[in-house]
């Protein structure tokens, strides 16, 4: 199987992105992996902080390698939104293939020492490190009574200037920007600024980017963010809310007690959520 650099860089030269979809538990990894096997495409598989606690990291890295060898797909293994050094250090130990260093919420400094450090550390296992040094308001929560606009300041939105300088001095293989990208579903779809995000690739033209926020962002925006340069989407809130949904549809409607009986069309939800943003990333046959 080819490595996560390998597969970015393809992304890259090939002008698709990477669906990165969150997995919580046993159903939505069937969920997001058989997707990534009917369209024959590659895929991150990733576990936030909170995530990869309920999972567990030796556990996710063992499941991953048994599901990549059954379907026979690349699957990156991803640490979403590490909170410090050691959550970093831990996943790429246990045999994570890439990790994100969530620093947007500390100082710039400190954000660029810790961000090194994991870089150092990464690399020494043959593995990317995306960073950000904003915080990407939102939650991967529902909003769906709330306006995205309230939280899109653009006073907090990337300086391209101050994005060069972070990863330039980290080395950082993949930035995270803020570009009005919101993390979770609100009441209307959220629309990106690409004047700012040509600006950002213009002065990172060696850099991979990432997109936070996929769930309910406009399709033509993705679209036109991954032709600027954007290499991953990370999707979240709407597998959540697919799976909850019909598992909720699911038990209003029948006494079973079996869990594996009444997983089947949950799973199958959340597959077609996968199956939809494979095709819109352009990533589909990418494996092929």
């Known amino acids: 199987m080819k490595t996560a650099f390998e597969i970015l860089k393809q992304a890259n030269d090939e002008h698709f992105a990477l669906g990165a979809f969150n997995c919580a538990n046993i159903e939505t990894l069937k969920a997001i992996t058989q997707a990534a096997a009917n369209l024959k495409a590659p895929v991150i598989l990733e576990a936030s902080d909170g995530e990869i606690n309920y999972m567990g990291y030796e556990q996710m890295v063992s499941l991953k390698r048994i599901y990549e060898k059954q379907v026979g797909i690349p699957i990156i293994l991803n640490l979403d939104h590490?909170?410090?050094?050691?959550?970093?250090?831990?996943?790429?130990?246990?045999?994570?293939?890439?990790?994100?260093?969530?620093?947007?919420?500390?100082?710039?400094?400190?954000?660029?020492?810790?961000?090194?450090?994991?870089?150092?550390?990464?690399?020494?296992?043959?593995?990317?490190?995306?960073?950000?040094?904003?915080?990407?308001?939102?939650?991967?929560?529902?909003?769906?009574?709330?306006?995205?606009?309230?939280?899109?300041?653009?006073?907090?939105?990337?300086?391209?200037?101050?994005?060069?300088?972070?990863?330039?001095?980290?080395?950082?293989?993949?930035?995270?920007?803020?570009?009005?990208?919101l993390h979770g579903l609100y009441a209307d779809q959220k629309h990106l600024k690409m004047d700012l995000l040509t600006k950002i690739k213009e002065k990172l033209p060696n850099t991979w980017l990432s997109l936070h926020g996929g769930s309910g962002t406009d399709s033509n925006d993705v679209v036109n963010a991954i032709k600027l340069g954007i290499v991953k989407v990370n999707v979240n809130s709407e597998l959540r809310i697919a799976f909850k949904m019909t598992l909720q549809e699911v038990l209003n409607a029948s006494d079973e007690i079996a869990v594996y009986k009444i997983m089947d069309k949950p799973i199958k939800e959340v597959q077609r959520v996968v199956e939809g943003k494979i095709k819109l990333f352009g990533t589909a046959g990418k494996a092929a």
């Open 82 to 181: 590490g909170k410090d050094f050691d959550s970093c250090k831990r996943a790429i130990e246990a045999g994570f293939d890439y990790v994100h260093l969530d620093g947007g919420k500390m100082e710039f400094e400190d954000n660029v020492a810790m961000a090194t450090e994991v870089v150092k550390l990464a690399h020494e296992h043959g593995i990317p490190v995306e960073g950000e040094m904003d915080h990407i308001e939102g939650s991967s929560a529902d909003h769906t009574t709330e306006d995205p606009k309230n939280l899109q300041n653009e006073k907090l939105f990337t300086d391209p200037d101050r994005a060069e300088e972070f990863v330039r001095r980290t080395g950082i293989d993949v930035f995270a920007s803020f570009i009005g990208n």
